[in-house]
């Protein structure tokens, strides 16, 4: 049996059912007539939606689809994300409602914000970065700790025109470098460091290094705007004064005053960097009035949010597309209060997050399968310290949700009353598209189970036939939707190329996952069908790891594969052949030597997150007559199966090879 039959198989014998609450169901905010009243008419139902934001120029149409795969939503209209997100509150006379509850890695370190006082902060902010250059269009790198200032930073952006492209801040100064130098970035906005399980952690130096790699390349970052959040010690090079701004020396003394202006709902709000099939990040551009519309109704939808009373709470970082839609667009543009939390789930011990539940009452809670398999692991005694009977509905977000770890989430964190919403979406899609309302759809532990009201998607066959209940094949969305992504930075083939060219007879978009409908017609989604890893749900794409382990003098060749991991969904395995100057004689300490030097090197090429659980070091690479490497082969060999077909390969013995090698034990780390 295949792998994905194998699953397939699994998931069949999956039979346990979650109702609604009735409470919930009876107060929801979608009713079960939204699906039939969106599918009826689904450009007066994102009418509708849209209607959520304040526009300052309403659009004279909903949709422009008569350029495909290019989309325009809300053709005409015009309005401001920032002013949305915060002034329209305070405007309303909710301007005293806590906007953020930032809590701070270190104990006591914590800070609660206003509406009144976020709308003060990102006016000056807005200032700052209109004084040092930055007019709309310009393009602001944001590289930051979790601290609010990243979102005043982005706010901030959003508010000039300005599209910010945040890059996580584990990312290395080459990932930097190569983002700077990609959308061209005039300003980076950053902060000396940020708390990282219990120490400070340098950002600056990146910043610096990175601005040297992208001048290498021919660009010129302008500013540098700096928050002093760590105070450590830049040393003696780590400050420019013609480029290096404070900005407690510029934001904090700058005006509070500041009028925001419409932009086209068209305008670029952002760039967001994700992995592809080829070494290559993309650049996903996301524009302004269906990206805001698309975040403000689900994070209302599928959280049944009630910003009078809710406390909500999502644990990504704003350095990926989660934070982004939820944490700063759709929660700031609904007017919710929310937490946001600096450091990580384990410091300064490893009941933290539920301690910050129990104290901030939190009601709504999203996060990450990899981070509820830890806490699996940990045991229920450490969430059971904490008392979180606020609890009302629980997310899920980037990658499948295994059914152990659905109900481990449903029962030890929901105390059994809270609906689980697996929401299925991507940083191309912008905002969520598959997931159950958490009044109206009941749960089943492992399924996204179906589009929300207004998203069509569809799972068909290689030649885009619908497969019957039962069945299983490529996730495709069907129609248009409004926080769609509107192309690739700067290659519009690629865009095409990659999303639209699959299924380009029935113009259906290709999201790059493999699903299964169940017998019901609800959906399974069982991960990438390309040469993307899931690691912690974060996509990871193959060759921008071989590509990193080629740089190294000493690598020949590499090969990088997913392979099945407990903890992280799927964890990095490398086959790397060496060049023969490095080769030695073979003693398994040099070889020990190498592969933590390798393994070091994909770190600093790349981050920490990419780094290979496992580097083995191989004579040859499997690899089929025209020269591909077969990767199914060296998966198999990564999650210690037996090596499946090798009919294919130019030469057989080649598994032979490498399975001696690893059983030998050498090169394994
Ligand atoms: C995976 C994160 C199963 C999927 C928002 C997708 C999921 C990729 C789920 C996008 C889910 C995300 N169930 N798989 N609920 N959510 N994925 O762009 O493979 O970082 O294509 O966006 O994560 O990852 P991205």
């Not at 329209?88 to 909710?94: F, L, N, P, S, T």
């Not at 900005?247 to 952002?270: C, G, I, K, M, N």
């Not at 939190?362 to 806490?375: D, E, G, K, Q, W």
């Not at 113009?507 to 299964?516: E, R, S, V």
Request: proline fraction near 5%; glycine fraction near 10%.
């Amino acid at each position: 049996m295949s792998e994905t039959e194998e699953t397939l198989a699994n998931l069949l014998k999956e039979d346990r059912r979650f109702e609604p609450p009735a409470d919930l169901a009876a107060d929801a905010n979608l009713k079960e007539e939204a699906y039939a009243r969106a599918a009826a008419d689904r450009e007066g139902f994102w009418a509708e939606q849209a209607e959520r934001l304040s526009w300052d120029r309403k659009w004279d149409q909903v949709l422009d689809w008569s350029n495909p795969p290019f989309a325009k939503w809300y053709v005409g209209g015009t309005l401001n994300a920032a002013y949305n997100c915060v002034d329209r509150h305070v405007e309303a006379g909710r301007g005293d409602k806590v906007a953020l509850h930032w809590v701070g890695e270190p104990v006591d370190d914590k800070r609660s914000i206003t509406y009144a006082e976020l709308k003060d902060e990102v006016s000056q902010a807005a200032n700052t970065l209109t004084e040092l250059g930055v007019e709309a269009g310009d393009r602001v790198a944001i590289y930051m700790p979790m601290i609010p200032e990243a979102i005043v930073a982005m706010l901030a952006c959003a508010r000039i025109g300005a599209p910010h492209t945040v890059v996580f801040g584990g990312f290395s100064s080459d990932a930097l470098a190569s983002r700077l130098e990609d959308c061209q970035a005039k300003v980076v906005i950053t902060a000396d460091g940020g708390y990282r399980r219990g120490a400070p952690s340098a950002l600056k130096p990146a910043v610096d290094e990175a601005r040297a790699k992208a001048a290498d390349l021919g660009h010129t970052v302008a500013k540098v705007l700096v928050v002093r959040r760590t105070g450590q010690d830049l040393g003696a090079d780590g400050w420019d004064d013609a480029v290096d701004v404070w900005w407690h020396e510029s934001v904090e003394q700058a005006s509070t005053d500041h009028t925001p202006r419409a932009f086209d709902s068209e305008h670029p709000l952002y760039v967001m960097y994700t992995s592809g099939t080829t070494g290559k990040p993309k650049g996903i551009l996301h524009t302004t009035g269906g990206y805001l519309t698309g975040a403000a109704y689900t994070h209302w939808a599928v959280f049944d949010l009630k910003p009078e009373t809710d406390v909500y709470w999502c644990t990504a970082d704003i350095g990926w597309v989660t934070g982004h839609s939820y944490i700063v667009y759709g929660p700031l543009a609904n007017g919710a209060t929310q937490v946001l939390y600096e450091g990580t789930p384990d410091s300064p011990e490893r009941g933290r997050w539920w301690q910050i539940i129990e104290e901030y009452g939190v009601t709504l809670f999203y996060t990450a399968p990899t981070a509820i398999r830890s806490f699996m692991k940990q045991g229920r005694e450490i969430p059971d310290r904490s008392d979180l009977s606020s609890l009302r509905i629980l997310g899920s977000v980037g990658e499948p949700i295994n059914p152990e770890a659905y109900v481990w989430y449903r029962h030890v964190i929901g105390g059994d009353r809270t609906p689980v919403v697996d929401t299925w979406w991507q940083t191309e899609t912008g905002s969520i598209m598959i997931s159950p309302l958490p009044g109206v759809t009941h749960g089943k532990p492992g399924s996204a189970m179906i589009p929300i009201p207004g998203v069509a998607a569809e799972v068909v066959t290689e030649e885009g036939e619908a497969v019957p209940n039962g069945s299983g094949g490529y996730l495709v969305l069907t129609e248009p939707w409004p926080s769609m992504l509107r192309t690739i930075w700067g290659d519009d083939e690629r865009f095409k190329d990659t999303y639209w060219s699959r299924y380009e007879k029935q113009g259906f978009y290709f999201a790059g996952d493999g699903a299964k409908k169940d017998t019901d017609g609800d959906l399974w989604v069982l991960g990438r069908v390309d040469d993307v890893m899931n690691v912690s749900g974060h996509r990871l794409s193959t060759t921008e790891i071989e590509s990193a382990l080629v740089s190294h003098p000493k690598v020949a060749e590499a090969a990088v594969v997913g392979a099945k991991d407990e903890d992280t969904g799927q964890a990095v395995c490398a086959f790397v052949i060496l060049r023969e100057s490095a080769l030695g004689d073979g003693a398994s300490d040099e070889q020990s030597d190498i592969v933590a030097e390798l393994r070091k090197h994909v770190r600093k090429e790349i981050g920490p997150i990419a780094t290979p659980r496992q580097i083995m070091i191989v004579p040859e690479l499997p690899k089929t007559r025209s020269g591909k490497i077969m990767r199914r082969l060296l998966r198999d060999v990564a999650e210690h199966r037996e090596v499946g077909d090798v009919t294919t390969l130019a030469d057989s013995s080649v598994m032979e090879l490498i399975s001696q090698g690893i059983d030998s034990g050498k090169g394994e780390d």
